[in-house]
């Protein structure tokens, strides 16, 4: 094949001592990208499963599709544009730059990273890369995107050691970073809306008034302010029933934050704290979306099966909790997630332990 | 009898490939070897040189940690070669058969009768001891010590493997006569697991504590019967024993001379008619199968085997031989395709649409190695109560405390082969395990 000939032809060029040598992981993520290597098995099991971590990552950008394509519409649908398509591309001109910033931006820190360390490229940032421009308002200006992401990239990621040792979700951190050091660009009153028009998301009107003005239907269908991956529910859960067909996220942490938010939204409820349905918590703001693509990476959340059920229940609990209790942050599922990341490991810390102290009495049972 | 134990986790790979229940005889080999590569932890010290005359039976090296283990051919003849790799390391002692075998004298006592001393030293002598393997840590038994208790399994549930109710069906008295002498070595009970359903003469052996289990791949693994039956503790030593090998114990016994005869399911989508053959332990691959082309030959099975130069020779544990492609090639975007010819547990394939069809799989690693991403995976094929990922990841810091904790005594290297198989990270987990292993025991 031309392409296959092209490729070993250019090889020497970019290889240890080769002319460009100094690129040699980027050609090799590159090379990989277009080839599935021809490394045979070494050591260990002779044959492997054809699933890679390629195919993983590319499974959730696959799910997270629908929630991208239904959020360019709704952009453009905000702004009052007539018409399905003229909304989805006035959406996608909107978009477009985002997702280029972020991708070119993290991509060209990791290709750095991995160049340094002399590693191969990790495919985890085709979702992260992804995901941080679906969790920013459409308004927010791309030198943030940019900022936020080297930032996620450098400090949430790299400093650890690069994907699979990172503590908190890359993504999320993206967000929070924006968040915390950029406030007025990022929430309030002023956000959310595209093109000078403005106003308060549901979230925001739900904390204040206990009610908002769109309906539950119209919540669950996403033609509602926010984010761009975050609001139409129905969009994430197609996405959802993707990852859990192919069991790439965990339907345990999913199901469990599901469980964990409705929960305290009727505790609320039943003690009078709130005055609207429980269920609108998942309908509204940012729940569903951290919910299937956040909560669960993998990397992030807790590992054993166990500590998935007690981190999802968490993840669900405290973001209804922040919504309710604290006025100062409408949107508690960033927090909830960052919080619970930080706490997974000592979560599976106990479950381990738990199968560490049955070992154990092994010992004890024989003598 | 027991209860059948029942295992929901592991799986069975589907592969091309299966050797029919045929029995042919394969010719005299023209050289037969003893690896102490088969091995793990032995440092091997010659008896033999390049043109000395040897009986079956007659010691070739001895492992110098233990120089009581003897490592003993398996025909008479010269020894024809003594193949050393970088560092002069002993890769193995070849020996050209004799046309007319001759099998070295060996005091064969009765295992009713002798003491336990005489009838390990008769195995000793023999060299089937080499054939006990110990847990933890899956090294040749020391004959200092007692088991615990002893497990033999009667089944192996790898891919394409060998059925030992077709393999055995000849020696029930060799495989009886072998349990009774594994009875005289311990103290305790001697457990004999045949897979539910599929169980042959076995439950009507006598002196042994009888299990059935059911169940995917890795069921068959002794580790995992043992993990089931009576779990390894911090300070047991149990011994397992392969049952062909049993067989060979037994006819030790019962005919008073060393028979290193066995049956070998020849299996995998390039080995051309797959079919059982009798063959002597240590034979030269070439006179078992002819190979071409870009084919790897295993020695054992896809999980777990060694690889094996078409000219090179069976290795000591090997039951199986496979044949299959070598998988050194590119595939245009390979991740993104359906590839419908490929196995994957994942439901990101569409290996779930058709559960019956027959894979010829090659060894291409399928992606590059990456580190630990997914969770939950590995734990659905280790029928164990054992968190793979922690473990691994205690041997790979080397934290003795907690790779005790976390259960490195209850595993060998094969038992994560599954775990190994279906990871999308590539890691080399058995080696990993391996590693951990001798850790452990440099550190012991």
Redesign the interface.
Do not use: C, H
């Given at each position: 094949m031309g392409l296959r000939k092209f490729v070993d032809k250019i090889k020497p060029t970019f290889s240890e001592g080769g002319k460009l040598g100094f690129l040699h992981s980027t050609f090799e993520g590159f090379e990989t990208f277009l080839y599935v290597p021809n490394t045979t098995t070494t050591r260990g099991s002779h044959i492997r499963d054809c699933n890679d971590i390629k195919r993983v990552m590319i499974v959730v950008v696959l799910a997270l599709i629908p929630a991208l394509l239904f959020g360019m519409y709704n952009i453009g649908y905000q702004a009052g544009i007539e018409g399905v398509f003229p909304a989805f591309w006035f959406g996608f001109l909107k978009m477009l730059p985002m997702i280029i910033v972020s991708y070119v931006t993290g991509l060209a820190i990791e290709f750095a990273f991995a160049q340094k360390r002399k590693h191969e490229i990790n495919e985890g940032f085709l979702v992260s890369g992804l995901l941080i421009p679906m969790v920013m308002p459409i308004t927010v200006p791309l030198w943030i995107v940019a900022l936020s992401t080297a930032f996620a990239v450098v400090i949430g990621k790299e400093v650890f050691g690069g994907t699979g040792m990172n503590v908190f979700n890359p993504a999320l951190l993206a967000r929070a970073f924006a968040f915390f050091a950029y406030t007025p660009q990022m929430s309030g009153e002023a956000v959310w809306y595209a093109d000078g028009k403005t106003g308060a998301t549901a979230l925001e009107q739900l904390a204040s008034t206990g009610e908002m003005q769109w309906s539950a239907m119209d919540a669950f269908f996403g033609f509602i302010p926010g984010s761009v991956g975050e609001t139409s529910t129905c969009a994430i859960l197609i996405g959802a029933a993707i990852l859990l067909f192919t069991g790439v996220a965990s339907w345990r942490i999913m199901l469990s934050v599901f469980v964990g938010g409705l929960a305290f939204g009727y505790l609320f409820d039943a003690v009078g704290m709130t005055e609207y349905p429980a269920y609108y918590h998942l309908l509204v703001g940012g729940f569903a979306f951290g919910a299937v693509f956040m909560a669960t990476d993998p990397v992030t959340s807790a590992q054993t099966n166990t500590g998935k059920w007690i981190y999802g229940f968490m993840v669900g609990a405290l973001a209804v909790l922040i919504r309710v209790v604290n006025p100062a942050y409408p949107e508690g599922m960033m927090l909830s997630i960052l919080f619970m990341n930080a706490l997974a490991p000592l979560i599976d810390y106990f479950v381990v332990e738990r199968n560490v102290a049955r070992r154990k009495k092994l010992i004890k049972n024989v003598k | 009898m027991s209860k059948n134990i029942k295992l929901r986790k592991g799986l069975d790979?589907n592969?091309a490939g299966k050797a029919e229940a045929i029995l042919e005889s394969a010719p005299m080999a023209k050289s037969y070897a003893v690896s102490p590569l088969d091995y793990e932890n032995v440092t091997p010290k010659l008896l033999v040189k390049v043109g000395d005359k040897v009986e079956v039976g007659t010691a070739l090296f001895f492992d110098k940690n233990n120089p009581r283990i003897l490592f003993t051919s398996p025909v008479s003849g010269v020894v024809s070669a003594i193949n050393r790799g970088e560092k002069r390391k002993l890769l193995n002692v070849a020996v050209e058969p004799d046309q007319q075998q001759t099998v070295k004298e060996l005091k064969v006592v009765d295992a009713a009768k002798a003491e336990r001393s005489e009838i390990v030293e008769m195995l000793l002598q023999s060299g089937l001891w080499t054939r006990i393997v110990e847990r933890p840590y899956g090294v040749i038994a020391n004959p200092e010590l007692t088991p615990k208790a002893i497990f033999v399994s009667a089944f192996d549930s790898a891919?394409l493997a060998p059925d030992y109710n077709f393999v055995l069906k000849e020696e029930k008295s060799a495989v009886e006569a072998g349990m009774a002498v594994l009875a005289r070595l311990t103290d305790g009970k001697v457990h004999l697991s045949a897979r539910y359903g599929n169980e042959g003469y076995m439950s009507e052996v006598k002196g042994v504590e009888y299990h059935t289990f059911s169940g995917k791949h890795p069921a068959g693994n002794v580790g995992v019967q043992i993990h089931h039956i009576d779990?390894i503790?911090?300070?047991?030593i149990v011994w397992t024993v392969n049952i062909q090998d049993v067989a060979l114990i037994g006819r030790l016994v019962l005919g008073g001379k060393l028979d290193m005869t066995k049956t070998i399911a020849v299996t995998g989508s390039e080995a051309g008619k797959c079919c059982y053959k009798r063959v002597i332990s240590g034979a030269a691959i070439e006179s078992l199968v002819k190979v071409e082309g870009n084919v790897?030959v295993?020695s054992g099975n896809?999980?777990?085997?060694r690889?094996v130069s078409a000219d090179g020779y069976l290795t000591a544990d090997a039951n199986q031989l496979?044949l299959?492609p070598?998988?050194?090639?590119?595939?245009?975007?390979?991740?993104?395709m359906p590839?419908f010819h490929?196995?994957?547990?994942?439901?990101?394939?569409f290996s779930w649409l058709c559960p019956k069809k027959e894979y010829k799989?090659?060894?291409?690693?399928?992606?590059?190695?990456?580190?630990?991403?997914?969770?939950?995976?590995y734990?659905n094929y280790l029928p164990m109560?054992?968190?793979v990922?922690?473990l691994l990841k205690a041997i790979l810091v080397q934290d003795l405390d907690k790779m005790e904790?976390?259960?490195i005594y209850e595993v060998l290297?094969e038992d994560l082969?599954l775990c190994?198989?279906?990871?999308?990270?590539?890691i080399?987990?058995?080696?990993i395990v391996r590693d951990g292993i001798n850790t452990m025991i440099k550190e012991s």
């Open positions: - | 790979i592969l891919p779990r503790a911090k300070g047991d790897r295993i896809v999980l777990t085997g690889k496979t299959i070598e998988g050194d090639v590119y595939e245009l975007l390979g991740w993104a590839r490929r196995f994957s547990v994942s439901r990101a394939y799989l090659d060894t291409n690693l399928n992606g590059g190695e990456r580190p630990f991403v997914v969770t939950g995976l734990e109560d054992i968190y990922s922690y904790n976390l259960g290297p082969a190994e198989f279906v990871d999308p990270s590539k080399n987990m058995q080696q």
